[in-house]
């Protein structure tokens, strides 16, 4: 029984990824050692991330219960390198904006799921004891494609030289959104006190809604030039 929970659980956070590199054409175009770039990427702008954190913000030493809310959000601050990041991976790859927006975006969220969720999986998954939490992290990992997906999209987007005025605005916004999403689940948790499963469906509908509004502009902006 815990061999087909763990089978569940892994089926269910690396499959959607698996069909959404065959199904959004980047087999085709043999992008898989460039998705491996974009990875190695991450995981040194997670090193950077880490070691400025481990610098610059010392553990809280506040009381319990109380939420430090100008050092969280500093710290989300510090993810504005993601954006950078990102920026760097679309650039040395050549080709339209959608290969480069999914070869980052599929290379980035693939790199999370194995740095941050393969181990609690394989360990925890595998337990005598059934827990949700491991279902809830599957599809935690679905969310954050979709994330990565809107967030290359706006970051591509935003670096563009001939993007109209009336976009800049918008644009910016989301990004900002991308930014501090991860800030505003744990604020939202923190004042409402939302359970495991309500902050995981309040956390997609918002991804949901940033990648639409990112999609629209994207389709908006391709088929204007």
Same mark, same amino acid.
């Given at each position: 029984?815990?061999?087909?929970?763990?089978?569940?659980?892994?089926?269910?956070?690396?499959?959607?990824?698996?069909?959404?590199?065959?199904?959004?054409?980047?087999?085709?175009?043999?992008?898989?050692?460039?998705?491996?770039?974009?990875?190695?990427?991450?995981?040194?702008?997670?090193?950077?991330?880490?070691?400025?954190?481990?610098?610059?913000?010392?553990?809280?030493?506040?009381?319990?219960?109380?939420?430090?809310?100008?050092?969280?959000?500093? !710290?989300?601050? =510090?993810?504005?390198?993601?954006?950078?990041?990102?920026? %760097? #991976? *679309? +650039? $040395?790859?050549?080709?339209?904006?959608?290969? !480069?927006?999914? =070869?980052?975006?599929?290379?980035?969220?693939?790199?999370? %799921? #194995? *740095? +941050? $969720?393969?181990?609690?999986?394989?360990?925890?998954?595998?337990?005598?004891?059934?827990?949700?939490?491991?279902?809830?992290?599957?599809?935690? +990992?679905?969310?954050?494609?979709?994330?990565?997906?809107?967030?290359?999209?706006?970051?591509?987007?935003?670096?563009?030289?001939?993007?109209?005025? +009336?976009?800049?605005?918008?644009?910016?916004?989301?990004?900002?959104?991308?930014?501090?999403?991860?800030?505003?689940?744990?604020?939202?948790?923190?004042?409402?006190?939302?359970?495991?499963?309500?902050?995981?469906?309040?956390?997609?509908?918002?991804?949901?809604?940033?990648?639409?509004?990112?999609?629209?502009?994207?389709?908006?902006?391709?088929?204007?030039?």
């Amino acid at each position: 029984m815990t061999l087909f929970h763990f089978g569940n659980c892994i089926a269910l956070a690396y499959f959607p990824y698996f069909i959404t590199y065959k199904c959004s054409g980047l087999s085709e175009y043999n992008a898989f050692w460039r998705c491996v770039q974009a990875g190695a990427t991450y995981l040194f702008v997670q090193l950077c991330k880490m070691l400025f954190l481990a610098t610059f913000f010392p553990t809280w030493e506040g009381g319990a219960g109380v939420y430090d809310f100008v050092g969280e959000f500093m !710290k989300a601050t =510090v993810d504005l390198a993601d954006l950078l990041g990102l920026h %760097l #991976v *679309m +650039s $040395r790859n050549a080709g339209k904006g959608e290969y !480069k927006i999914m =070869v980052a975006a599929m290379g980035w969220a693939t790199a999370e %799921l #194995v *740095m +941050s $969720r393969c181990i609690p999986l394989w360990v925890g998954a595998r337990g005598i004891e059934f827990d949700w939490k491991y279902i809830q992290m599957s599809f935690d +990992s679905n969310i954050s494609l979709v994330h990565y997906i809107a967030m290359a999209a706006v970051v591509w987007m935003f670096t563009r030289y001939d993007l109209p005025k +009336s976009f800049r605005l918008p644009v910016t916004v989301l990004l900002g959104l991308c930014v501090y999403k991860a800030f505003l689940m744990e604020l939202f948790v923190h004042v409402f006190l939302l359970g495991s499963w309500t902050a995981l469906l309040v956390k997609a509908v918002l991804t949901g809604s940033i990648s639409l509004c990112s999609l629209f502009l994207f389709v908006t902006l391709v088929h204007s030039n």
